[in-house]
């Protein structure tokens, strides 16, 4: 039988058309399944992906003042409702039992990690940037003809970046390194 492109286009869409309105499916099962799920009595919050800085959006449902489920916003006009695997196991950030939840500091020279308030971990990373800062800080320096040249720079702290952070976060990030002078600034992405 010789069919033309036509005609293909004529069957295929008669076809599919007797079987959207003639099969006669039965929705209700799908429906009463759907009204048991665990997120029917969560509350749902619009967010963000932390991930990247694609900014996909996701809806977070809560119950009980725990997070029981992330999916993507349908609402979201980029994505669709799609989210890439990383976004997809968002919801390990909050639930997952290894997650630290307390800071621990390894002294120099130990062999265990001890239990630390947030507070002093704060004062004591603000310390060591001072200190580093203040020893390490290049001011001036020589360029190749022998002239003295104004470089502020700090060759003695790197940072390095998050793929968890988002445009804001890498920005505010950037600016903090390059008032302290830091000159080795990457982001984890491209490690």
């Known amino acids: 039988m010789s069919l033309s492109r036509r005609d293909f286009l004529k069957y295929g869409g008669a076809t599919a058309t ?6 006669g499916v039965d929705l209700a099962p799908v429906e009463a399944a759907a009204v048991s799920l665990k997120i029917s009595e969560a509350k749902a919050f619009a ?3 932390p991930y990247c800085a694609v900014g996909c959006g996701q809806l977070i ?22 989210l890439c695997p990383k976004g997809a196991a968002t919801i390990q950030l909050s639930n997952n039992p290894l997650r630290p939840t307390k800071a621990l ?21 603000a310390k060591r940037y001072y200190d580093t800062r203040e020893k ?4 001036r320096e020589k360029d190749k003809d022998g002239k003295d040249v104004v470089v502020n720079r700090l060759d003695a702290i790197a940072s390095l970046g ?30």
């Open 61 to 82: 449902y809560a119950k009980d003042g725990k997070i029981i489920d992330i999916e993507g916003n349908p609402d979201t006009p980029h994505t669709l409702g799609r």
């Open 18 to 23: 007797g079987v959207a309105l003639g099969t």
């Open 136 to 139: 390490y800080f290049i001011e």
């Open 162 to 191: 998050s793929a968890c952070i988002d445009n804001e976060e890498c920005y505010l990030l950037s600016k903090l390194n390059r008032t302290f002078g830091i000159v080795y600034h990457e982001h984890q992405a491209r490690v």
């Open 105 to 125: 500091y390894r002294a120099p020279g130990s062999d265990k990690w001890e239990e630390k308030p947030i507070e002093w971990m704060y004062d004591e990373l």
């Open 47 to 49: 967010g963000v992906c």
